[in-house]
């Protein structure tokens, strides 16, 4: 019955494909394809554009809540993880000394960012060296994520401790429990025709939102004197205010982290009172706002106030009742300092005429306390004046961090790893994605067309191979359930020896004994079947696609799958749809560049200007030309294939029979790829824009049919031969000579 809907045969593809090499010899070798593209699972099955524009996604990755390992993974993930950021011990290490900011907040050592500092003794060089933990990374000074510290190797961090080279003290959370760079999230993508998901849109469930949350760091700094600002009191207690949050503590609802009032003279003194303090001045008063949900994370504060003494130097500091929690936390700054300073000083001593042994970063370290102390142990001030390149410091200098951690929003940028992205354009509920009778749901909706038009396969290889890796993943788990291993263990070999020969093999030397393949299926039927897809298979491309339909084609189809409509109405998918997992990653996209979350400004010239650039007010962007080809793929073949192949896809965007036609044409077909005709000649007349029109020229009298070649001729008798009856009477007498003997001109 298929065949005959084609005008061809449909045969084996494996005996009709040809390579330019045989089978086994890659026409891609792993080592020219770039670092990134190392972890594209199938890069011979992609245009080259695709691979290039997928090599620079990765590095824009964003660590995400939901970031977990791969189904299938190309190795390259592991050797990642070893480079991938981590704090580690960088030589035996004798701990000399731990120095750190103390916290305001009962309970707490430090604020949750406040970095801790180990000077230890290098045992290889028999030097003094410094060693810094933070608690966070940002990758682009504002997307980042909080290291995972060894809770068992900082228990026995203290003074005396000893750590062997190599001690890891915190890793990024991307690195998994197995030693995988974990860099994208695996998702269940469901890839079907939605009219939401046009022009490279796609669609998220709220869970996958969740799953998408990654972090932000925010600062925001002020430096100010006290003869000409006041800080407001927006926070803490009547009795023990606070300009600004402690760590931990909530940011006000209407977003105010922090405040100050000008000092002027105009300004009543009413204007300055405990109670005028407390309220913010939206018009007048320098406000700094955060996003909701924001936490603070740590408090820095420094100053130049202590130095200042009058003439009389028995006159103490008085500390003022705006400035109490100020003076708490330069404090706890210059206690650190003074305890480098005594440290230093305690060890140069001891050492006599000797030289003291430490590195260049202690050595900057220490450098750095003896300028940034502001009064000794003893209660002598610090003369020494500090400035900001040639600014000098203020009498206050606020710094807050602070964490917001943000789930997934419409405009964010999505990506796989066959070169395909889109722009999430709707957050449904769980409840509303399409599932199939069995409870698979889908968490992430997107085109198909893609695939076909920006030509990469590897992407519809990817949800394939997956889609029978879930059902084998099943039948194992429930195989497990029985107690039937011998069975759950035939299952996977078979899966395995049928698309990854050469890992099936190392899979059957690793599993010998019945230990070893109970705890093989255990762990397949709690988490997943992992592959590894090795760069020198012998099979690889469109016939792992036919390896795999000989075996499961009648196994496993997809399915009709129902979901909530734009009306609220549960309805189903007109045809089968896959539901499978791939790999997705959130982009870096959300900047001040102009990406989908930054609108671009203008120039004098009122056209939109790039907001990276210096002169970016006074120069018009150009559109320049580059290396990502992939928006114009469709453009080139329409160039190239002319008028027919814009009739073609015209009849797509205006028939929906022709649709559903050469949807079905696509998954009745071996190759789908490889279709003499998606839509036939015939069918073009289904165009309903077509059919609109030719009912308007009909209601006129006229008749719309197909150019002939005639008629782009001059010559009257090739155009006489379609003229109607009336026209030829015309003619006639048009051409009857008159009296005069002469023929009047038609």
């Known amino acids: 019955m298929i065949d ?69 993974v190309t190795g390259a993930e592991f050797q990642y993880a070893k480079t991938a950021r981590r704090i580690e011990a960088p030589a ?50 504002y997307v980042g994520f909080e290291y995972v510290y060894d809770k ?21 959370p991307r690195i998994s429990k197995n030693g995988e760079w974990c860099f994208t999230m695996p998702t269940l993508v469901a ?27 925010l600062e925001r700094n002020y430096n100010y004197n006290e003869d000409d600002y006041i800080p407001l009191l927006l926070y803490g207690t009547e009795e023990n205010p606070s300009p600004f949050p402690q760590n931990g503590e909530p940011i006000r609802p209407d977003g105010i982290v922090m405040g100050f009032r000008r000092r002027i003279k105009e300004n009543a003194l009413v204007s300055l009172t405990k109670k005028a303090l407390r309220e913010p001045d939206t018009l007048y008063d320098e406000l700094f706002y955060v996003p909701q949900g924001s936490e603070v994370m740590a408090v820095s504060v420094t100053s130049e106030r202590p130095k200042k003494r009058s003439n009389n130097r028995n006159t103490t500091y008085i500390e003022q009742r705006h400035n109490k929690i100020l003076d708490r936390y330069e ?35 220490i450098r750095n306390a003896y300028g940034n102390y502001t009064v000794s142990n003893i209660g ?17 200098n606020i710094h807050i961090e602070l964490r917001q951690s943000m789930s997934g929003r419409i405009k964010w940028k999505y990506a796989g790893l066959n070169g395909d992205k889109g722009v999430n354009v709707y957050i449904i509920e769980d409840h509303e994605a399409p599932c199939y009778p069995d409870g698979t749901r889908a968490e992430f909706i997107s085109n198909n067309m893609p695939a076909f038009r920006r030509q990469i396969f590897s992407l519809l290889m990817e949800l394939s191979i997956n889609f029978i890796n879930m059902n084998v993943q099943r039948e ?143 120069n018009p962007m150009n559109d320049k030309n580059n290396k990502n080809t992939g928006e114009t793929e469709n453009r080139l073949e329409q160039s190239q294939a002319g008028p027919q192949e814009v ?73 006489m031969l379609h003229l109607t009856q009336e026209d030829h009477n015309l003619l006639q007498i048009l051409n009857t000579p008159d009296e005069t003997g002469e023929q009047i001109n038609a």
């Open 191 to 217: 890839t079907y025709s939605d009219y939401r998901t046009e022009e490279d849109g796609v669609i998220i469930t709220r869970s996958f939102a969740e799953r998408s949350r990654c972090m932000f760091k």
């Open 152 to 172: 068992d190797v900082m228990s026995r961090l203290r003074k005396g401790a000893t750590f062997s080279k190599g001690t890891v003290f915190a890793r990024s």
């Open 476 to 618: 194992v788990a429930f195989l497990r359930k029985q107690g039937d291993y011998v069975g759950a263990i035939a299952k996977v070999m078979e899966f395995l020896e049928t698309a990854f020969p050469e890992f099936a093999e190392i899979v059957a030397r690793e599993i010998t004994s019945q230990d070893d393949q109970v705890e093989y299926i255990d762990h397949i039927a709690k988490d997943k079947i992992a592959v590894h897809v090795i760069s020198n298979t012998k099979l690889f491309g469109v016939n792992i696609i036919n390896a795999l339909r000989r075996v499961y084609g009648d196994r496993y189809k997809p399915q009709k799958a129902k979901f909530v409509n734009s009306l609220g109405e549960l309805d189903e998918t007109v045809n089968p749809i896959l539901i499978s997992y791939q790999d997705i990653m959130l982009l870096d996209k959300f900047g001040t560049d102009m990406s989908a979350q930054g609108m671009p400004k203008s120039n004098l010239f009122g056209m939109a200007a790039k907001m990276s650039d210096s002169s970016k007010y006074s």
């Open 331 to 365: 404090k706890k700054q210059n206690e650190m300092c003074n305890e480098i300073i005594r440290w230093y000083e305690t060890k140069r001593a001891a050492s006599r005429d000797d030289k003291l042994n430490i590195s260049f970063t202690l050595d900057t370290f």
């Open 380 to 396: 002598k001030p610090n003369t020494l004046t500090r400035a900001n390149k040639t600014d000098k410091l203020k009498d206050w």
């Open 4 to 72: 005959q809907e084609f005008d061809f045969p449909l045969k084996e593809i494996a005996s009709t494909v040809k390579y330019k090499y045989q089978c086994g010899e890659n026409q891609i070798h792993p080592a020219l394809v770039g670092v990134s593209n190392n972890l594209i699972l199938f890069p011979w099955n992609s245009s080259a554009g695709r691979l290039y524009m997928a090599g620079n996604m990765i590095p824009k990755s964003v660590p995400t809540k939901g970031a977990g390992e791969r189904m299938m």
């Open 647 to 719: 009739a073609k896809q015209m009849s797509l965007a205006y028939s929906p029979e022709n649709r559903i036609m050469a949807t079905k044409r696509k998954i009745r077909a071996d190759d789908p790829f490889n279709i003499n005709q998606v839509i036939k000649p015939e069918e073009y007349a289904n165009n309903r824009a077509v059919s609109m029109s030719v009912s308007m020229l009909a209601d006129s009298g006229y008749r719309l049919r197909r150019e002939r070649p005639t008629d782009r001729t001059d010559r009257i008798a090739d155009r």
């Open 92 to 141: 035996h290490m004798l701990v000399e000394e731990l120095f750190y900011v103390g916290s305001l907040v009962d309970g707490k050592t430090t604020d949750d960012w406040t970095s801790i500092f180990i000077l230890f003794k290098n045992d290889e060089t028999n030097n003094y060296d410094l060693l810094e933990l933070p608690m966070y990374n940002t990758q682009n000074t």
